[in-house]
């Protein structure tokens, strides 16, 4: 994916239809979280098994694409509004998930799971 | 960005760690919710005003940098466990918008953004 | 509970403050989902069965607590702060699910809870 | 409200029509997320003004009611399922707002409202 073509895309997109009036970093917080609502509506009231099954249906599938690919696009805005790098935000939460977790300790325990810790 | 590069480093990531087990699609859903609550937790007192200076802050910068690292990693640990290609997902949603909101129509009326239509 | 008091209380609170201004309607809907991430965030990682069993740990239901009752001081302050009146809002609410789903054909199937329906 | 009538009212809706097995903690942490999401949905694009002057529209109040009472739903189900007062929570939870916001610190200042603080 190349996520700086997509950037300006989505950019032209919203300049092309006066958009960008309301895609304040307020705003695209809130359609973000509020797409992040649909994704879970899909599964809630799913069994784990259940859940795993709906790689079964297409058209089950289709509804979760269309929430991953509203949420990517409501990030990839709010990233651009705000002048943020994704690739560099996600690179250096990597390395500090790497030094937080080595994998000697966090292998075979769920420390970082329980939330009493 | 190489989405599957980074889609492969985030799978050792957890495999290496025996997290898959966590890594359910429910689950992933709730993490990934849950971080954009988070980030709606930056934005939710501020004016708008307030919302777009947050560019000047260093350090409120980072802690939108963090948690949108953070969304977009269980975006694509979610992807990765239900083998749906972000890549694919976010162009057939973006030539659906292109046909639902034409330009001619969609320019200076926010018909998209009335909760009544 | 007497809401009518609580709804009171809680306006006074934030009048005391000064809070009213940062009690707009899009603020409380945010503050009230960043909350409900909260209360997710307790839950992701567990399976159902660790989530049943959160009733066994004061300190982890303590947590649990804590965000219900954020959870529901947004939610009456937003209430307040449109004129809504939650008592009607839930008997009219219910009432329509009761047409909605009759015992005798929601009873022992899951359609309401088909993602496909 | 009778808060402890209408939970009676609400674990017998559910129990009649079997479904307290999808009633379970996690999944109803989901569905209130979830109905978070839509309230948002119901904000996201408005200005502040737009969001005060929904009170005018009966039909866009009607929307709010809704989302508010879905919330409130699984809020007081999700209570009863794991053995909490709605009614204590909150009370617990006020006096301690009361003690670490007292008027005179808070009042005329943001303090709790900066995300750098």
Known sequence: MDMAALQNRLREFAQARDWEQFH?????????????????????????????????????????RDELADILIYLIRLADVLGISLEDAVEAKLQRNERRYPVELARGNATKYNPRS
């Open 24 to 64: 304040t970093p307020k705003n695209l917080a809130m359609a973000l979280a509020a797409e992040a609502g649909e994704l879970l509506e899909i599964f809630q009231w799913l069994t784990d098994q259940q859940a795993r099954a709906i790689i079964e249906s297409e058209a089950d599938l289709q509804l979760v």
